[in-house]
């Protein structure tokens, strides 16, 4: 689903070619995500299968992870644009290093003008991966990857700063992955600048 990186900067750049010169925006800025993180837990020295060794467990952890957020759209018509829409956000787990990455498209619309509301909808793929660790109660996380489908819905609020420069406040998703057998739904909150061209 990263191909979709791709095509959004072909299209960009052949609507920044074209004569009729499509409207580009461009938002960059921070972003915190708390995910539903599953990992694999076992206790440190134990082999599987040995006797008097527990099975791994999973756990489910929700930590805060800061990030950054990068969102592309090549406006279709005066209210409806293209969008993708890239994310990473980085924390911990009791000592273990977890990463969610988010690469999303889908429409967007907004209401033009010096203060300008906006809403998208995105689908895509989320990749989350957790480092290995021992933990101070003498277990240990096991590392691992994985990938995923994933949705988001929100909105948020442009304001106007120069002429082709607007501050965004505020930018609130609700994301939805589908990570082994369940359903994870988590918040995102973004904030930056978007510039016009």
């Not at 008097?52 to 467990?57: I, Q, V």
Request: proline content about 7%; hydrophobic content about 45%; some cysteine.
């Amino acid at each position: 689903m990263r191909v979709f990186f791709f095509v959004f900067v072909a299209v960009c750049l052949s609507a920044c070619a074209s004569p009729a010169r499509a409207q580009v925006e461009i938002f960059g800025g921070y972003s915190y995500l708390r995910p539903s993180l599953t990992y694999t837990e076992t206790v440190v020295g134990c082999t599987v299968g040995v006797p008097g060794c527990p099975a791994p467990t999973a756990v489910t952890a929700h930590p805060n992870l800061n990030g950054w957020e990068l969102t592309g759209v090549v406006d279709a018509y005066h209210w409806l644009g293209l969008a993708a829409d890239f994310g990473g956000n980085y924390g911990s787990v009791r000592g273990a290093s977890a990463h969610a990455n988010t690469y999303l498209l889908g429409p967007q619309i907004r209401l033009p003008g010096p203060i300008s509301p906006f809403a998208h909808a995105f689908v895509g793929e989320a990749q989350e991966r957790i480092g290995g660790a021992i933990t101070t109660e003498g277990s240990y996380i096991m590392p691992g990857s994985s990938n995923a489908l994933a949705a988001a819905v929100g909105a948020g609020l442009d304001i106007k700063i120069l002429p082709l420069v607007a501050l965004r406040p505020i930018q609130l998703d609700y994301v939805v992955t589908r990570f082994g057998s369940g359903t994870q739904s988590q918040p995102r909150a973004s904030a930056g600048l978007m510039i016009h061209f």
